[in-house]
């Protein structure tokens, strides 16, 4: 990729497009990090105009997904608006990394409808919704950079078979520096320790610049301290308007993070701010007591937050 880069800047040059330092595509300096963030925030502002204020992000509609006979998704509805901070809470087996890839187009459902802004708009899907999946899910003995890993989020931008552009050096650079991960970004993505590519993942989603973010346990492997950084990022993100939906097992990270939460084991148990929920609901969702320690634990915590 370090070829291509070389390229793509001689190319630009060449055309006389803008004139451009290499350290535009290298580590920024303090400055020039401020300056893509910068407009970075320029290009949200526009997208902020695409949508008009607190609209529907995502609407899923009497949903159903089934392997077989096995039916994984039953029936499930639920509004997600423009900036949302939103838990996907529920067991292991639930079904959320299918309702995740359903949203996302990738799982055919049976029955039901995934809307974007009230419409059927696949091109809105491709070009604006991004994807985190679990960590496991991934490829990490491919011999690539970090960097070559968070553009391939701007596919959706360049066009297959096509050269990033130095714009998508710019997205792909902020997106590291947003993670905390711009320091390693001519690292081989194998090196890198669990967590590190956890946030990678994270980065490669935000070069996208997407409007609607699903995060399949994004927490996984992480210390406090990225956990804190990326709580803190996402936080920031529905700030500007991004909706995001956030499968978690961490309940009480996700009580004191999201702004609603959805109880979900193959269908919605609850859907509610995390202080409207029910002790009979968190234990509907886990097959648990109501006077089980962990529901004891989840209710303290709630008349604390």
């Known amino acids: 990729m370090k070829k291509v880069e070389k390229e793509m800047l ?111 708009d696949k091109h809105y899907r491709t070009r604006y919704v991004g994807y985190v999946p679990q960590r496991h899910d991934v490829a990490w003995d491919f011999p690539i950079s970090v960097l070559d890993v968070v ?23 902020t997106a590291l520096e947003r993670t905390g991960m711009l320091g390693f ?24 610049q997407p409007h609607i973010l699903l995060l399949d346990e994004p927490f996984t492997g992480l210390d406090m301290p990225s956990q804190e950084l990326l709580t803190d990022l996402f936080h920031k993100l529905t ?21 609603r939460i959805l109880l979900f084991n193959g269908s919605i148990v609850g859907d509610d701010v995390p202080s409207a929920l029910t002790a009979a609901q968190w234990a509907q969702t886990f097959n648990i007591r109501e006077d089980s320690s962990l529901i004891r634990l989840i209710t303290k915590d709630m008349n604390h937050a």
């Open 10 to 120: 001689e190319e630009c040059a060449v055309q006389n497009v803008e004139e451009r330092s290499i350290s535009a595509v290298q580590v920024p300096s303090a400055q020039s990090a401020q300056s893509s963030n910068a407009q970075n925030s320029q290009e949200r502002s526009v997208h902020a105009q695409e949508q008009p204020a607190h609209v529907p992000g995502v609407e899923v509609k009497n949903l159903h997904v089934s392997f077989g006979q096995n039916h994984v998704v039953n029936n499930v509805s639920f509004r997600v608006m423009s900036g949302d901070f939103v838990g996907l809470l529920g067991p292991n087996g639930a079904g959320k990394t299918t309702l995740f890839r359903t949203i996302m187009g990738l799982q055919k459902s049976c029955a039901g409808e995934v809307l974007f802004h009230t419409e059927h």
């Open 151 to 173: 553009l391939m989020g701007r596919i959706r931008h360049i066009g297959y078979g096509r050269r990033a552009r130095i714009e998508d050096y710019r997205a792909a650079l």
């Open 239 to 259: 700030d500007e308007g991004e909706s995001i939906i956030m499968s978690s097992h961490d309940i009480v990270g996700s009580i004191q993070s999201c702004s």
């Open 185 to 208: 970004k001519d690292r081989v993505i194998g090196e890198l320790s669990g967590g590190q590519r956890q946030r990678v993942l994270v980065a490669r989603a935000l070069a996208g």
